[in-house]
C-alpha cells in the first residue's frame, strides 16, 4: 500500500511539472508587446548568425558622393538637364538643383543634390560618365546605428504610455481633474511621439538611400591652366582695369572742382597783394 502511495505521488509531481513546462513555453510563444511596436529592438534580437555562431546587430549606415563633373562651357547646360531628367526617370529624390549661365567674368556651372536607392547608384554614375566626365569622387560614410535604436526606443516607450492614457480615459474612473490631467499628458506623449516618428522617417531617408551631391563645372583650356595663364588672365582683365581707372579719374575731378573756384582766385590776388604791401614799406 505504502508503494502504491508513492508510484502515484511521483506521478502526480511529473504532472505537475509538465503543467508548469507548458505554461512556461507558451508564454515564450505568445509575448505580451506587439513585435511591430519595437522594430529596432525585434531586428536586434533577430540578428544575422556569423561564421563563429555570433549574432551579429544591423548596421543602419548614411553613405554620400561627392562628385565634380567637367564638360564644355556649350554642353554644360545639356549634361545638368541630362541627369536631371535620368534622375527622375530612375526614381530619385532631388534635394536641390541650379544652374548658372555664362556671364563676362564666370563660366557656366550647376550643382545637383539627391538621394537614390543603392541598387540604382552604379546606373547614375554610368550615365553621368556618359554625358561629362567625372574629375573628383569622394566617398564618405557615417554610423547611424545608435540614433536609430534610440529613436526606436523611445518611440516603443512612448507608444505604451499613450496606449495605457487611452485605457485610462475609456474607463473614465477617476474625478474630472484626474481626466483633465489624463489627457493633457496623452496630448504631451502623441506630440512627442509625432515628434520621434518623423525623426525616424528621415534617419531611414538617410541611410536607406545614398546622397550623391554633383557639381558641374567646364573645362579649362590649355591657356587658361598653363605657363600663359598669368598672361590670359591679365588680358580678361584689361577692360575691368582700364574702367577702374576712369572711374579713379572722375572721382578726383568731381573731388577737386568745388576747390578750384578758391583756389584760383586765391593764386591771381595773392601775389598782387604781397606787392602792393612791399610798396608801401619801401616808400
Known amino acids: 500500500m505504502v508503494k502504491k502511495l508513492m508510484i502515484f505521488g511521483i506521478i502526480g509531481l511529473l504532472l505537475i511539472g509538465g503543467c508548469s513546462k507548458k505554461e512556461v513555453s507558451q508564454k515564450a510563444i505568445m509575448p505580451d508587446e ?22 551579429e546587430s544591423k548596421r543602419y549606415i548614411a553613405i554620400r558622393h561627392q562628385l565634380v563633373v567637367e564638360t564644355t562651357e556649350s554642353e554644360l547646360p545639356k549634361t545638368w538637364e541630362s541627369v536631371n531628367e535620368f534622375c527622375v526617370s530612375i526614381g530619385c529624390d532631388i534635394v536641390e538643383s541650379s544652374i548658372n549661365k555664362k556671364t563676362s567674368y564666370t ?56 496606449n495605457r492614457l487611452r485605457s485610462m480615459l475609456a474607463t473614465r474612473t477617476g474625478s474630472l481633474k484626474d481626466v483633465v490631467e489624463v489627457e493633457r499628458e496623452l496630448s504631451r506623449a502623441q506630440s512627442e511621439l509625432d515628434s520621434l516618428v518623423a525623426t525616424r522617417k ?27 595663364a598669368p598672361i590670359v588672365s591679365a588680358w580678361h582683365e584689361i577692360g575691368y582695369i582700364f574702367a577702374s581707372s576712369i572711374a579713379v579719374a572722375i572721382t578726383f575731378i568731381v573731388a577737386v572742382v568745388p576747390w578750384l573756384f578758391l583756389i584760383v582766385p586765391g593764386i591771381w590776388f595773392v601775389p598782387k597783394l604781397v606787392r602792393k604791401l612791399f610798396r608801401k614799406r619801401t616808400h
Not at 546606373?123 to 554610423?143: A, C, F, M, P, Q
Open 34 to 55: 506587439s513585435p511591430a511596436e519595437a522594430p529596432a529592438v525585434r531586428e536586434l534580437e533577430k540578428g544575422e548568425l556569423g561564421s563563429g555562431g555570433n549574432v
Open 107 to 162: 563660366p557656366p556651372s550647376g550643382s545637383l543634390v539627391v538621394r537614390v536607392v543603392p541598387k540604382d547608384l552604379s546606373r547614375l554614375l554610368e550615365h553621368i560618365n556618359k554625358v561629362g566626365n567625372i574629375v573628383t569622387h569622394t566617398t564618405e560614410s557615417e554610423d547611424k546605428t545608435s540614433d536609430v535604436i534610440d529613436v526606436e526606443a523611445k518611440i516603443k516607450n512612448l507608444t505604451e504610455l499613450r
Open 202 to 228: 528621415a534617419l531611414a531617408n538617410e541611410t536607406n538611400k545614398v546622397a550623391v551631391s554633383i557639381e558641374f563645372r567646364s573645362e579649362q583650356s590649355i591657356a587658361e591652366t598653363g605657363a600663359f
